[in-house]
């Protein structure tokens, strides 16, 4: 079964590494979000495809580059897309930086499986407000998020998308930095002879 929002993701009920995906969280230009459960453990996971929408296309579960991708420039972003998987599962321990679990290559693509933060994003948060929220309490939100981001530059890294959908706001409150940009990375194609790795209004 699909999920008629993302009619280009897997299908719901796919098994990736264990986990059964019942849910698209979301999806970007490069990469698209599931949630996942293990049905033995019951372990809840978030897993993110590497995907460029408008670049591939799939065959039930393996995707299929159009013919403007190069292989070499593909195989590049995906590099990419292991280094920043890399940094967040064996690298970085910050409380308020998602941790990563797993990393896989199948399908003619790879998967990120890391940890599930149950709550909703920081713009989310700030909608389901009926009031604004006081300095004192974006000062408690944003103090650990600035600690996070110092602690990524500490580290020689970046957090290439930050911006408040990637600010997740846990159910007990805490800020939690999730998708670092790095997706699409190195990808080339016939189309285009540059690609801005920023986001506009927050770079």
């Known amino acids: 079964m ?58 039930r579960n393996t995707v299929i580059l159009h013919s403007d991708v190069s292989s070499g420039s593909y195989e590049t972003a995906l590099k990419k897309f292991e280094q920043e998987a890399a940094k967040l599962t064996g690298r970085y321990r910050h409380p308020h930086i998602v941790r990563g679990l797993n990393f896989l290559r199948m399908h003619n693509t790879a998967y990120f499986v890391m940890d599930f933060v149950s709550g909703r994003s920081f713009d989310q948060y700030l909608l389901e407000r009926s009031t604004p929220p006081s300095e004192a309490e974006l000062r408690s939100i944003f103090d650990r998020v600035f ?30 930095l999730v998708d670092f940009g790095a997706a699409g990375e190195g990808l080339d194609t016939d189309r285009s002879n540059s690609t801005a790795f920023a986001q506009p209004n927050y770079a």
Do not use: C
């Open 2 to 59: 699909s999920d008629r929002a993302y009619p280009f993701a897997l299908p719901l009920g796919t098994e990736i590494s264990g986990y059964m995906i019942d849910k698209v969280i979301g999806a970007g230009g490069f990469g698209i979000t599931y949630r996942g459960y293990n049905p033995v453990t019951g372990v809840t996971v978030a897993i993110k495809e590497f995907y460029p929408q408008g670049f591939a296309s799939r065959d």
């Open 147 to 176: 600690d996070a981001v110092e602690y990524i530059h500490d580290q020689n890294g970046m957090h290439r998308d930050l911006t408040p959908r990637n600010i997740m706001i846990s159910d007990e409150g805490d800020p939690v």
